[in-house]
């Protein structure tokens, strides 16, 4: 992938809001001066939680332009009126043992030491192996996503940077394609279905060629036994095969009576980019994955009854 512009700052607005709002340099903006469409403020408005997660901020929501090895120029969020300052969380608010805990979407932003912009590589490569590995290894056990970027090069060459997409449904291997900051932000909102795209992301594809597209060989669907109903009373209707495009709308609802309320759904074998309401059954979002999978949709009432019924998935190009 290719950064845009030197320096850093300008960058991280590309990334955030698909423009750099402005902004040439690396000095210290008015926080929530700006009104322009971003990233988080297109998440909230789809009903989407955001959160950002910044090493050595000396508080949540804080706007102080520098504090120790804190730097405001690569943390463009404070800067949006319509984002609220509460999104902007500390280093030590990120929840290490309970990654399910995290927003739909956020960042996390290391202090200029471990970014590598003041100290070694190896300083920022030890970091990241203490502070992230975890959550990629959870992430590739629970259908999420991690993307690890760089703001710029050293200016020694084509500001050409690392990106690494990493996660349950990411095809292993390297890619050409001259991609940039706009094409990652439009990545982020097309997998989320934002109504809108910020600045020059909708003028973009999302990067889409590195997850995991290939069409599966369709199984013969296995007769699903009428649901029995149990001690409770609970039972789990059949939803029966559904179809789904891929990287568009798509919804199915789960539907369980009986049983003594109230009742959680779940859902195991979703493709990336589907969730399930665990209050509602309602399973929806957009597929990035092509092909026919096995999902199993569960339903536990108060009691601890549980319930299940399996039924395919078919996500297609059109």
């Known amino acids: 992938m290719k950064a845009l512009t030197h320096p850093s700052q300008p960058n991280y607005f590309n990334l955030f809001s698909g423009s750099t709002q402005g902004i040439t340099g690396d ?13 988080g403020q297109e998440l909230i408005a789809a009903g989407r939680t955001f959160a950002t997660y910044n090493e050595d901020l000396p508080g949540e929501g ?15 969020w404070f800067a949006f009126r319509n984002v609220p300052l509460s ?5 030590a608010q990120f929840p290490q043992n309970d ?3 995290l927003p739909d979407l956020s960042f996390v932003v290391p202090n200029q030491c471990n970014d590598m912009h003041s100290c070694s590589v190896g300083t920022g490569d030890s970091w990241t192996r203490n502070n992230i590995d975890a959550y990629a290894q959870w992430a590739k056990a629970n259908n999420s996503l991690l993307v690890l970027t760089w703001d710029e090069d050293n200016y020694l060459g084509s500001n050409r940077i690392a990106t690494v997409f990493h996660g349950a449904k990411v095809r292993t291997g390297t890619y050409a394609t001259a991609y940039n900051h706009h094409h990652l932000l439009r990545t982020f909102e097309d997998l989320f279905g934002t109504a809108t795209h910020a600045g020059n992301a909708a003028g973009v594809q999302p990067i889409s060629e590195v997850f995991d597209t290939s069409t599966q060989p369709t199984p013969t669907p296995t007769p699903t036994p009428t649901p029995t109903p149990t001690a409770g009373g609970l039972e ?83």
């Not at 000095?27 to 990233?39: E, I, K, V, W």
């Not at 804080?62 to 730097?71: D, E, I, K, N």
């Not at 999104?87 to 280093?91: I, V």
């Open 27 to 39: 000095g210290c903006y008015t926080p929530q001066s700006m009104t322009a469409p971003n990233l």
């Open 87 to 91: 999104t902007g969380k500390t280093w």
């Open 236 to 318: 789990l209707a059949d939803p029966g095969p559904q179809t789904c495009r891929f990287n568009e709308s798509c919804t199915v609802l789960l539907s369980a009576t009986g049983g003594r309320p109230p009742v959680r759904y779940a859902a195991t074998g979703l493709p990336w980019g589907l969730s399930v309401d665990a209050a509602t059954g309602r399973i929806s979002g957009r597929p990035w994955s092509v092909g026919t999978v096995q999902i199993t949709a569960t339903a536990t009432d108060s009691t601890g009854t549980t319930v299940s019924a399996p039924f395919p998935l078919t996500v297609t190009w059109f």
């Open 62 to 76: 804080s706007t102080v332009c520098t504090s120790g090895r804190y730097a405001q120029k690569h943390n463009p």
């Open 99 to 101: 990654f399910a805990a």
